[in-house]
């Protein structure tokens, strides 16, 4: 075996696994092993703040299919990764932290920067490696990238900052790939005879198709059956939106036309999702989850099967893999529904049609708040803008090639109506973990994996102001993204609540901020302010063509206080006050 140090090995195994690109900000803790990145063709892209290195991991995962990695010092550096390893785990990516620990001679000493690493990221990794000696640097390193693909998920590999020194003979073991299957013969032959014999199937598109590299599989299913899909709640990337089969995305500010297909189905094939309980919460007034249907849930982790909802056949099975064994056992069954596609597409292509049509004709909110405050605005100074127009012009203006990533937030869950995609590995959310500041890391570590793509970020006021310093990251390193900023003076998602449910008591939800397009040109990038609804496409599409000159654009646009559906209106209960000096907070 070759003779190395422990930071040859770790670096020699990051090379192995085809790391070329690392986030994080440079620290004394891996300083020996930093110091061999280049040569060994691995580019250390320095950040703002450590979240938004770990954001930005995840992004790159989400669209390259392989790892992202991040690593930071000691102490304060890793805590600052908790926030996006948690995004990361439910957006399952195979993100690897690299998390440099104190030193093994002062652990439990109360030392400068330290703190025990490993409990902080227990219940939101897959695997946790812990490197307690330096003969294993490359076992231990090897192992975490092997597993973060295994269990589509992040894994942590710690490691004693003492023990990047000294000689050790290693060899660097070589990733392993396992090769997903189908599923059981029994659970895919029960599959296929339940939608031989469904009237009316419907297919869910989830985000393991997107993992699997499943599309096509998946819509050759569909147009076999001439099943209408839905996609998952934000995996708008699932399935081609162009599709005459595309029925839009379910959950919070989904397709009305997809809920009310989906109501109708007799058996739903849930395609690679896990059926997370907020995608598929009541929405729109409806509550759409066919009760009586028969649901057939596919995903390659055991432990989801049937977690959520009811299912009468799980199939643990790669969802690629699946729907291709599916479609073969039915070309050899007798299938009910065949006699009904043309009908079937009739009505999927209503059903789409109408809900286009609300869409266009959907100019602005229209409960009793929104009114109040879009009355109240036109007397101010200024012009504001009504979020769903500024969402469907940007869904116009809107590059094929782009990809795009949303904060948490009022307009940004709105913005799930209007998000189309072509392609895979295209749109990017924190999912159910829902934090704010996630958009435009993200996206910049999507932008570094896919130099050659149009990169858009989504975000409120509020959530900008979390990450809007990676600006910074954009300039410096020569990384070109557009990021949207839709200024409403609120922290608006929250706000709602308090409308509903507190008598417009706010507290904490109003946010007067300075021009963002002034403050992205003082980061060096270009600043445009937006307040006419006819300047929103042309100025997306001149941002997008700056990026092909290498200049990140921050759109500033001015909107309405109006504010859309709650995320979900069971969250919270009306307020009961007993004692005498809160009775009137109720």
Known sequence: MPRMTPSEALVET????????????????????????????????????????????????????????????????????????????????????????????????????????????ETITKYQGHVANPARMAEITARCFDRAMLENGPTQLNIPRDFFYGDIDVEIPQPIRIERGAGGEQSLQEAAELLANAKNPVIISGGGVVMSDAVEECKALAEFLGAPVVNSYLHNDSFPA???????????????????????????????????????LPQHGMDYWPKDAKIIQVDCDAKMLGLVKKISVGVCGDAKAAAVSMLKRLEELDVHCLETKGARGSEIAAEKAAWEQELDEWIHEKDDYSLDMIAEQAEEEGS??????????????????????????NINSVANSYLRFERPRSFFAAMSFGNCGYALPTIIGAKVAAPERTAISYAGDGAWGMSMMEIMTCVREQIPVTSIVFHNRQWGAEKKNQVDFYNRRFVAGDLENPSFAEIARGMGAEGVVVDRLEDVGPALKAACAAQKEGKTTVIEILCTRELGDPFRRDALSKPVRHLEKYKDYC
């Open 14 to 121: 990051l090379a192995a696994n085809g790391v070329t690109d690392a986030f994080g900000i440079m620290g004394s803790a891996f300083m020996d092993a930093m110091d061999i990145f280049a040569p060994a063709g691995i580019r250390l892209i320095p950040v703002v703040h450590e979240q938004g290195a770990g954001h930005m991991a995840d992004g790159y995962s989400r669209v390259s299919g392989r790892h992202g990695v991040c690593i930071a010092q000691n102490g304060p550096g890793i805590t600052n990764f908790v926030t996006a390893i948690a995004a990361a785990y439910w957006a399952h990516s195979p993100v690897v932290c690299i998390t440099p620990e104190t030193g093994s001679m002062s652990q439990g000493l109360g030392g400068f920067q330290e703190a025990q690493q490993l409990p902080f990221f």
């Open 242 to 280: 162009s599709h005459p089969l595309w029925c839009g995305p379910l959950g919070y500010q989904g397709s009305k036309a997809g809920m009310k297909l989906i109501s109708r189905a007799d058996v739903v094939l849930a395609l690679g999702t896990r059926l997370g309980p907020f995608g598929t």
């Open 384 to 409: 504001f803008l009504h979020p769903r127009q500024v969402l469907r012009e940007l869904e116009k203006a809107m590059p094929e090639d782009a990809m795009v990533s949303t904060d948490i937030g």
